[in-house]
């Protein structure tokens, strides 16, 4: 039976500090709300763990390993660690176990990871663990999309063995307090924010920090729900009302489209996309008109492999005036894929992003554009460089950045009314930097462009083929308050959260706290 989690045989690409690290959980450990219990109240969405699936004995390698140790210290962790499910007179638990001996770097190490997407109604995981001998520090998260928090946790909870050995229900909160570090932040440098489950890469993690040792166990792992975040907003077909159009492709014009290359560093793969002198790590979309609308005879097919966020397929657009939505129409075919969202089932994230800019005044395309040099290559590579190394220094480019995520169904049409409430900005340079800094909202006839892109793929064969179907993009109106049309949690007010960085350079830490996350209590807590 397929499980919905990995052990810590899957590859960790996010390295730390080991003595960062540390000084960050000595800095924390003085404020409270910093995994700030809840354990009773909210309302489970359901269980996460499988144990009681899973044959007793070692689970995956048996032991708690790391993608680029050494032989040498691989057999250490091998010696000094253990994770395997076990029975009790209650059922089945995961057991981890680590002794003198284990290896002390990287500063913490992932344990299991749970492979389904959360739904933005999710925000928070709660588990039972005891804790037989020893301390034990763990905290949940991982990698975020490219343009995102790089890798974002939640709060680090430290639970002690007690006399007699008892069960604690502890609560880790995937909206705040979260820390994030700048792995590869490039968009996210600045940001004013961290956020986890909107844009969460690889499936969710649960880690064990450095110090840990002893024994443990892990049982009834579930996703709560506290009101922080809604389900996606649904509206009836009466509901949504067509304010102006942006595409239905029915006219047979591509001119509008772009592929669009958003990279942090790696910035070389723009020309290669075009030079194509060696074998490209990012390939742009390749774009099709073809007869299998859903709304008319015509639809715009986007088909390549599923990638990292660093790419995306768009249509430039004129702003339109006095709507607070979009609306438009897809179909994900992806036989490759085996994607998840819990609660749903089979399911591929879809993430749009939508480009904004001053009103009255062109925005420069054309600088964004390949030489004509590169224009003359056989190859049809990327429209426009936007990788942030390449545009982070120019003061003649205005722009904003917002995004939001959905899910579709594998093989079928879904039309998507996205609430532009419901958006969040990424980016912001120029005059439009405020937009990013102070987390204002998105507005229509401020938009540019819509675009759209694939999200890492958590399950299946990244390098097959993916077709993405668009038709018939709209602004539209639909009923509700700002706070009504939201479904990921966002931070109320940009001004009432702190911000409090730890280190520098590449490794830099930044933990977000919000109003009544107060100094004087331990890092974590727990209760029966």
Known sequence: ??????????????????????SLLALFSAWAGVGEEKASGGRVLGALEPFSDVPTGPLGKGFIDHWNWSDRV????????RIETVATGSGKQLQVRISSGFPDQPAFHRLISF????????????????????????????????YANSDVFTAVH????????????????????????????????????????RWSQEPTALYVAGGSSGECLLDQVELIAHGEGRAFPHFEPDQVKRASPIADFEDGQTDRVFTLYGADNESEWFEQSWKREKPLRFTPAQLSLVDTGFTGRQSLACTGPSAEEVHCTGIRTEGGANANALRMTLRKDAPGLKNTLFGTGPAEALDVLVFVAPRGRPF????????ASLRESPHRGFDYQFSYREIRNRQDLHVAIYQTRRFLKPAEWTTLTLPLADFTCVYGSGECQDRFLKHQPLASDDIIAVAWLNPWSRQGDRQSAVTLLVDDLEFATVPGTPEELRSYWQIPDGESIRLIPEGQGPQRFLYMLLPGEEAGKPIGSSAP
């Open 158 to 197: 430290e639970i002690k063995a007690a006399s007699p050995a008892e069960w604690v229900s502890v609560e880790f909160s995937l909206n705040h307090p979260l820390w994030r570090n700048f792995r590869r932040a490039g968009f996210s440098t600045e940001a004013p924010r961290n956020y986890y489950t």
């Open 364 to 371: 420069p395309w054309e600088t964004l554009a390949p030489a």
């Open 74 to 81: 691989r057999e250490e962790a091998r010696q000094a660690s």
């Open 115 to 146: 492979t389904p997407h959360f739904p933005p109604e999710a925000d928070a995981v709660r588990m039972r663990i005891k804790v037989t001998a020893g301390t034990w520090r763990l905290f949940l998260g991982g990698p975020t999309a490219y």
């Open 1 to 22: 039976m397929a499980t919905p989690f990995k052990t810590s045989a899957a590859r960790h690409r996010h390295p730390a500090n080991a003595f960062l690290f540390g």
